[in-house]
């Protein structure tokens, strides 16, 4: 899912990706040409 709200600025743009079974989200962020720089795990119970 990409951030498209403006609750958050600073996550403008960034996707979120999340597992059920392995129980954690992810924030990535990607370039203007899909390529990843960053990733960073929220949440992982």
């Known amino acids: 899912m990409r951030y498209k709200r403006d ?4 996550w403008k743009g960034q996707l979120f990706s999340g597992a059920l079974n392995l129980r954690h989200l992810n924030k990535v962020t990607p370039t203007n040409t899909s390529n990843i720089i960053d990733e960073t795990r929220l ?3």
């Open 43 to 45: 949440l992982s119970l």
């Open 7 to 10: 609750d958050f600025p600073v």
